[in-house]
């Protein structure tokens, strides 16, 4: 598991007030059980709205969303082909577009890293935050058609449409998590791979326990502040039962240090990232509360320098849609080559340099 660590010191948030939007509601066929709603997605709308109209500070606390798509390009940029039509499935600001403009660290003279990518779809519902960067200089360095979607539950696409599918922090706010993934490998082509990044597991553990700990001293229960995350022992299965194939799942960690809490839950709300849970405590947390979360979190997780870590844990996911052309692995007890035979045999071929059929020589 691989920790970056970056500072941030970032002033106040400026807050600004939208009107609700006029939104359309589509009756969908979905399989199993009917989808629970956790997240409002009108709230999420509302909270990347308001954030990215503030433009100067929203772009100033894009260090998190930058790094991860810049983690996400390296993963696709090590599959050798080319992938002529690519969906970026919620692209917030379009990171991973940027990312992919930029040279590549190993060989800049080789030009920009996406070089081998053609045309990107990016996919968002918040107009504001799609089009925040719509004036900046990489727009011209790489085909890019934004799609403002009313919805990041339902994928407005044609079967076998994409060569990838590509999401960087947005899968942790759906609801029918199941139903964007299969709709995901609906949309590629055959072998052609869906990779996504999504917050998960223990991200922000600091600040939960921190603000847990505090309420029940302060008022004798918890609220939901926090949004509820999957984990990754989950994230696999998810992507079998979605049809996906030749499946990868890794875990990351950054660690953002702040000069305090208060700075951390700004950046929050000033990324869009706020809670947005349907049975969210309505109103701000209590100062007092706030107060004694300060002090908790100082105490059980503070940096000998007073700075304060957040810990965001990265799942990293990886799935093949199927092809009759696509490799697939031997069946369980079809191995040639038994590696327990073969450590055996090198105990039993007895001293020092006279193990296994090598000589006991060192690979």
Request: include cysteine; glycine fraction near 8%; charge should be negative.
């Amino acid at each position: 598991m691989n920790t970056f660590s970056i500072r941030a010191f970032i002033p106040p948030v400026t807050r600004r007030l939208l009107p609700l939007r006029a939104t359309r509601r589509y009756a969908v066929q979905s399989p199993g059980a009917p989808t629970i709603e956790i997240f409002s997605q009108q709230h999420k709308w509302m909270q990347k709205e308001r954030a990215a109209r503030d433009v100067e500070t929203s772009r100033r606390v894009d260090y998190l969303r930058d790094e991860v798509a810049s983690r996400l390009c390296e993963r696709i940029l090590d599959i050798n082909r080319d992938f002529p039509q690519v969906l970026d499935l919620g692209a917030n600001a379009c990171n991973i577009a940027r990312q992919l403009t930029l040279p590549s660290e190993d060989a800049p003279e080789a030009g920009p890293r996406g070089r081998r990518i053609g045309r990107i779809t990016a996919a968002e519902t918040s107009s504001s935050l799609l089009y925040r960067d719509a004036d900046l200089p990489f727009n011209s360095q790489i085909p890019l058609t934004r799609d403002v979607i009313p919805t990041s539950e339902i994928l407005p696409y044609e079967a076998n449409t994409f060569d990838a599918v590509l999401s960087s922090l947005s899968l942790h706010w759906i609801n029918d998590l199941p139903s964007v993934l299969a709709q995901a490998n609906h949309i590629l082509k055959p072998d052609a791979p869906f990779i996504g990044v999504m917050l998960g597991g223990d991200s922000l553990y600091e600040l939960r326990t921190s603000l847990q700990l505090a309420e029940l001293d302060r008022r004798g229960g918890v609220a939901t502040h926090t949004s509820p995350l999957a984990d990754v022992r989950d994230v696999g299965g998810l992507l079998q039962k979605a049809g996906f194939n030749l499946l990868t799942v890794d875990v990351d960690d950054i660690v953002v240090d702040y000069p305090d809490s208060f700075a951390l839950m700004k950046d929050l709300q000033a990324m869009g990232e706020s809670n947005a849970v349907v049975t969210r405590e309505k109103g701000p947390i209590r100062r007092d509360v706030l107060l004694a979360a300060e002090g908790i979190y100082r105490e059980l997780h503070g940096n000998e320098d007073g700075s304060l870590p957040a810990t965001f844990r990265l799942i990293y996911m990886i799935g093949w849609k199927a092809s009759p052309t696509q490799a697939k692995p031997l069946e369980r007890g079809t191995g040639m080559f038994s590696i327990k035979d073969y450590l055996e045999k090198g105990r039993v071929g007895g001293g020092e340099g006279e193990g296994g059929e090598n000589g006991g020589e060192s690979k």
